[in-house]
């Protein structure tokens, strides 16, 4: 017997212009669209009607309007500047920046369609040159019949240079209006060139709430959504699958999809069928992208503010989702030497001796002195009074890259050596009581300088 979700049970009832020509001129147009005639084959697909039941859930149930977005106020609310541009007719070339399921793909259908014009969409992991070239001769056909096309690269980080940089005239003139989509900062992965014609807008992170509305939208929705099943739902349910979607909209629909299937028309959703269809969901997270450094950044940042909780949960994060142990350990070598320092001096061999048992006996054991480690470090007393220290020493070392070495520090081996009086006064420290001396070791243009105070934590002590 199933059990059901507590709570609030959720029931659903059934039955609920100007005209424009490419200039051959350009050489590096002339390269990549040179041969092109209009009426060659259209690289628009039929898209499949959103009232076709064979079509995913997540497929049918993507908004049409701006007011069916959610989670996206900065960009699809009422009065909101990409709104306001787009009812006025005047969509903008943009690039949507924002994690899997956030919406971008939806939010440049919602902007074709508001803004009357042709939506024509590539993959920027499988188009190559001859798309490219179709697109901007259709383009300019129907810019000759006062159409607009919109363009829409879904992994625009995904083009390289070239392709990012031969389609910058037709964004600049007006044949295409670009709409690229990524998950990776355009900081990094799109062209300085193609940023300065586009504008950045970013899509968050959808929160549970959000992806509940969207839930019982498609739950309720007898149109598009699974409203003619007659599928019960929990509020509690809901929340689970919002919860277990981890902010993607996509995941959330396609495990409800999963989870209505297994329950059948008329049945219930369960906590039992939502775990079963939810248990193979993959962590997001790519090694070579933005979560990889994000999640990195929060593991250091949680050492360094002292927080052994909050730095298990970013290491078992990185662990689960596949992320290289010896990676994290190099990371823990620095975080020991930069953020603990003095304070702790043997919170730098532990951490080295963390990286050899890892490297040593690999996973899945190499977690033990990875959380050792990472605990210790968080634990530790900090100061990064070194690291200061010798930044303000390169600062300085930079402006005076050219003083000269004392004389008196410096070696006599020869007797010409002696006669201009290298080493002449230098003290011995050895000879000295303590062993310590007082003696000039900056160049003259530094003299009296000081570069490390001691920060008074755990063994950093005057």
């Not at 609920?16 to 009426?39: C, K, S, T």
């Not at 031969?166 to 990524?182: H, K, M, R």
């Not at 959703?269 to 933005?290: N, S």
Request: glycine share 8%; charged share 25%; hydrophobic share 45%.
């Amino acid at each position: 017997m199933h059990t059901r979700c507590g709570g609030t049970r959720y029931t659903i009832a059934m039955g609920e212009r100007r005209e424009h020509q490419a200039n051959p001129d350009e050489p590096r147009q002339a390269a990549l669209f040179a041969g092109v005639e209009a009426g060659e084959p259209s690289l628009e697909a039929d898209v499949a009607d959103d009232h076709d039941s064979a079509a995913p859930l997540a497929y049918r149930m993507r908004p049409r309007t701006f007011d069916e977005i959610v989670g996206q106020p900065q960009l699809a609310a009422p009065g909101a500047p990409l709104r306001v541009a787009v009812e006025r007719g005047r969509p903008p070339s943009a690039v949507l920046w924002g994690p899997p399921g956030s919406g971008k793909t939806t939010l440049a259908h919602v902007i074709a369609t508001a803004a009357r014009a042709r939506f024509v969409a590539l993959s920027a992991v499988s188009a190559g040159v001859a798309d490219l070239r179709r697109v901007v001769t259709e383009a300019a056909a129907r810019r000759r019949r006062g159409e607009r096309t919109i363009l829409f690269i879904d992994e625009i980080h995904r083009f390289n240079r070239g392709q990012q940089d031969a389609i910058l005239p037709y964004v600049e003139d007006g044949t295409i209006t670009l709409l690229g989509a990524t998950t990776e900062n355009p900081s990094f992965e799109v062209n300085a060139a193609l940023l300065s014609r586009a504008r950045v807008f970013v899509l968050r992170q959808l929160d549970e709430d959000d992806i509940a509305t969207v839930v019982r939208r498609a739950l309720a929705d007898t149109e598009r959504g699974l409203g003619m099943l007659g599928l019960t739902a929990s509020d509690e349910c809901v929340r689970l699958i919002a919860a277990a979607a981890g902010g993607d909209a996509r995941t959330a629909l396609n495990l409800l999809e999963f989870a209505a299937d297994l329950a059948g028309s008329g049945g219930a959703i369960t906590q039992e069928l939502i775990a079963q269809a939810a248990q193979h969901l993959p962590a997001r997270y790519d090694r070579a992208g933005d979560a990889h450094y994000d999640t990195i950044s929060a593991f250091i940042k949680s050492i360094r503010d002292s927080d052994p909780d909050g730095a298990l949960y970013w290491l078992a994060r990185m662990i689960e989702a596949g992320e290289d142990p010896l990676f994290i350990a190099r990371r823990l070598v620095i975080s020991a030497a930069e953020d603990i320092g003095l304070a702790d001096p043997q919170a730098l061999p532990l951490a080295v001796a963390a990286q050899q048992a890892v490297h040593f006996i690999g996973l899945p054991e190499g977690v033990i002195p990875l959380a050792e480690a990472t605990v210790y470090l968080a634990r530790a007393p900090k100061s990064n009074a070194s690291y200061a220290a010798f930044n303000a020493a390169r600062e300085a070392a930079r402006a005076t890259r050219n003083a000269p070495v004392p004389l008196h520090l410096r070696n006599a081996v020869t007797g010409l050596m002696r006669a201009l009086g290298y080493g002449a006064g230098y003290k011995y420290a050895h000879d000295y009581p303590d062993h310590r001396v007082e003696q000039q070791h900056l160049p003259d243009e530094l003299r009296g300088r000081r570069f490390f105070t001691p920060s008074g934590q755990g063994a950093d002590q005057p």
